[in-house]
């Protein structure tokens, strides 16, 4: 059969998941009749909560003879590592833009590793029908941005569509029919080579290189990938080399199969340049070389971008540990990220000193929020630091390097002079600065990540929320010196037991809660933010001393503003060094990482004194 590989790749929100909805759907591949969930490709439940996409996930759909194998990436840098390894499999790339925000930082990111790649990309301008839709002026910048990124003269000739997913429909030009996704199925099966089988020496015998790892009940690892040569049978003998051409497990394939719309589907056989997934054996994992016996030589696997980003996850220690999740122990916190960084490459886990805590690395907040996230779901409580970036050290000066970010943000002219303010005191440099339209400014900032962490919140206050930033790493500088972080003190509770409404009335002048009343608190853990620069002790278990002689005055009723709501990423950029979030499967507090006031104060005469 007639075989297409592509993948689609496209900043966050530009409408990936909702084409690959309509591609399934005018192919064929759902009955008249069948219920399908929106965004049907997002199928964990944190994607469909956030409208991202986190993994990357295969399909195929049948045009016309031709079977198009197509590949869902996520739009977030963080999750990159999947965009990298997936980019091996396919031999063209659907580029997706939006016709008013134009290309952004991810969509540059996947595009510049694309090309290197020798791929030709199609150029899909989505959105058109917007009230502010520019598709023309995003039309030169993508051509802008392929040069800025070297693409050859051949990859510069790219074809472009004009399309709206979310109505169905793709077209040639803006003055064109606009009826369904024809022009881009004929467009695939035109500009996209079918799959090269590599030719040397062992070209009739099976080898795959596996880029995508999952467990499943039943039936173990599932390894998918693309067969480069030969052809896969089910219970065939096989094994599994690393990336040095070593030998890690020899097996059999139990089960092949083959991906048909949303499902995966058993088959007997898979010949070259087919997307299979093969399940059978269990030490195999990402970048490893999946093939027959007689092969020798391990296929070359794509280079992966190093984390920039690092966590303390450590077992949850507080008084109220252990009331809400029922995984609490080091050993179950160890195995389940190591079973993490088994299918997730962009993610490192090491021990450290101590026997409860392990140092988790990867490519950025949101990367690591979504860790934590899925964690607490599973029913696990840990402890975990703030976030803090790797340095590294110039090989020929020995210098200090940090890494720097691209960072993309788009604001109403009226805010521009407050986040050009706000980014250049965290040690961040304008690059440009221009008019995008509609009233709006797009800054280009390269900023230390270090600068980043905690931002976001302060950038949409600061921007009344009409703000986006976009951010993309860049690469390692020198060391910018230090940067001042939060401003603010805190509120740390005093004693154990449960708050009081009438203790949190009387402290609200010293700054904004973040519980409310009737939570149980600790010695330590903090309640609310101290207006001033210091941390302050309080008491939030003190209730109004009754009488019984009946007051003059009518009592007023305790009316408390609302506390601030902590989101998992709120809460991790929220903290500082020497605190900790304590995350469980119902609540999210934040607390000292020494409970004790006594053994705060010498850890904090120890810090002064180093």
Request: net charge negative; aromatic share 4%.
């Amino acid at each position: 059969m007639d075989l297409r590989n592509i993948a689609i790749i496209a900043h966050v929100d530009h409408g990936k998941t909702t084409l690959v909805d309509v591609l399934l759907r005018q192919s064929g591949s759902f009955r008249e009749n069948q219920q399908v969930a929106e965004r049907a490709m997002d199928s964990n439940d944190l994607e469909r909560e956030r409208g991202i996409t986190i993994l990357a996930k295969c399909t195929s759909v049948l045009w016309d003879g031709t079977r198009i194998n197509i590949v869902d990436t996520p739009g977030h840098a963080d999750f990159g590592g999947e965009v990298e390894r997936i980019l091996s499999m396919v031999d063209g790339v659907v580029v997706l833009v939006d016709a008013a925000e134009g290309p952004l930082p991810q969509t540059k990111f996947v595009v510049g590793k694309a090309l290197k790649l020798g791929l030709r990309p199609i150029v899909v301008i989505n959105k058109v029908d917007r009230p502010d839709a520019r598709p023309h002026e995003v039309h030169d910048e993508v051509f802008d941005l392929f040069a800025a990124l070297e693409a050859s003269d051949e990859q510069l000739d790219f074809p472009t569509l004009f399309a709206s997913g979310r109505n169905g429909w793709a077209a040639e030009s803006l003055e064109a029919e606009r009826v369904d996704m024809k022009p881009l199925f004929e467009l695939v099966r035109r500009h996209v080579p079918a799959p090269k089988v590599a030719a040397n020496k062992d070209d009739a015998n099976f080898t795959m290189l596996v880029t995508t790892l999952e467990a499943n009940p039943y039936l173990g690892r599932i390894l998918t990938g693309r067969i480069e040569t030969g052809t896969a049978r089910a219970n065939m003998q096989i094994k599994a080399l690393s990336r040095d051409g070593k030998v890690i497990e020899t097996g059999r394939i139990s089960k092949l199969l083959a991906f048909r719309g949303l499902e995966r589907v058993g088959v007997d056989e898979a010949q070259a340049g087919d997307i299979v997934a093969i399940a059978g054996l269990t030490k195999a994992t990402v970048a490893d070389t999946i093939c027959d016996p007689g092969v020798e030589t391990a296929l070359p696997a794509q280079p992966i971008d190093p984390p920039t980003l690092a966590m303390t996850f450590s077992v949850n220690d507080s008084p109220l540990a252990g009331r809400e999740g029922d995984k609490v122990t080091s050993r179950m916190i160890r195995d389940r990220l190591f079973r993490e960084v088994e299918g997730n490459v962009a993610l490192k886990v090491s021990e450290t000193d101590g026997t409860d805590a392990y140092e988790v690395a990867g490519r950025g907040e949101l990367q690591l929020g979504i860790l934590i996230e899925t964690m607490r779901r599973e029913g696990f409580e840990l402890s975990i630091s703030r976030p803090r970036v790797l340095f590294q050290s110039d090989p020929i000066t020995g210098q200090r390097q940090e890494p720097i970010e691209e960072v993309v943000i788009d604001v109403d002219e009226e805010f521009s002079g407050t986040v050009v303010q706000k980014v250049s005191e965290r040690k961040g440099d304008l690059i440009e600065m221009k008019p995008s339209g509609a009233g709006k400014s797009r800054l280009v900032f390269h900023v230390p990540s270090r600068g980043l962490i905690g931002y976001q919140s302060e950038f949409l206050t600061d921007t009344r929320g009409t703000g986006l930033m976009n951010r993309l790493f860049h690469g390692y500088a020198p060391y910018k010196g230090p940067i001042a972080s939060r401003h603010t003190g805190v509120l740390i509770s005093n004693g154990d037991g449960t708050a009081v409404a009438y203790a949190l009335w009387n402290l609200e002048d010293r700054g904004p809660m973040m519980i409310e009343p009737g939570v149980p608190v600790y010695q330590g853990m903090i309640i609310g933010e101290h207006t001033r620069g210091n941390d302050l002790e309080v008491n939030v278990l003190k209730g109004k001393q009754l009488t019984n002689i009946r007051a003059a005055g009518k009592d007023e009723a305790v009316r408390l503003t609302n506390p601030i709501v902590m989101t998992l990423e709120k809460a991790m950029s929220y903290i500082a060094d020497d605190e900790l979030l304590e995350v469980t499967p119902k609540s999210i507090r934040l607390r000292k990482r020494h409970l004790d006031p006594n053994e705060r104060k010498r850890a904090q005469k120890q810090a002064e004194a180093s």
